[in-house]
DNA sequence: CGCCTGACGAAAC
DNA sequence: GGTTTCGCCAGGC
């Protein structure tokens, strides 16, 4: 994502699209729903929501459709959906760069440096246990 | 209507 | 094996 971009983001934040005055239904609620259905203490990535939904191709989709997480009625838990690598990559969009961690540890799940320890087996896939 | 950005991921170098 | 680029799709300007 280097080098293609020239300047800091402009703005992209309004977002206000997918506020539930007449949003439809696209992609972005297939990622909430699967989101919401992350249990607790367990962790998911970005690419392995995208592959549940059959974008596997878009997980930055998923990423963006995080975006308005916040903003959708049930609060979709998206501290606990990071990258591939388990980092906490989305950790700067929340109200502080802790939070994420915060919530992450709340729940049981211990975090170091901005990654998830034992990411790997605290991996919820989708594709296998939600069906 | 076209270009850019973007919370990823996998391939290419 | 680390760094860089492209791809994918959607939305903002």
């Known amino acids: 994502m280097a ?3 020239k300047a800091a ?3 992209t934040e309004k977002l206000a699209s997918l506020t539930p ?4 239904e696209s992609f972005f609620e297939l990622v909430f729903e699967v989101a919401r259905q992350i249990p607790k203490g367990r962790v998911t990535s970005y690419g392995a929501i ?3 939904l059959g974008a596997r191709s878009s997980s930055r989709m998923v990423g963006w459709a995080m975006n308005g ?3 959708v009625k049930p609060k979709i838990p998206a501290h606990r959906v990071v ?3 388990g980092m906490l990559s989305g950790k700067h969009h929340f109200a502080t760069p802790t939070r994420m961690k915060e919530l992450l540890e709340k729940e049981g799940i211990k975090v170091k440096k ?3 320890v034992n990411f790997r087996e605290l991996f919820w896939d989708p594709s296998e246990e939600l069906i």
């Open 50 to 52: 995208a592959a549940c």
């Open 3 to 5: 080098t293609r971009k």
């Open 69 to 71: 997480a916040d903003k």
């Open 114 to 116: 901005d990654t998830v």
């Open 83 to 85: 990258n591939r690598n």
């Open 9 to 11: 983001k402009p703005a």
């Open 21 to 24: 005055a007449g949003r439809k």
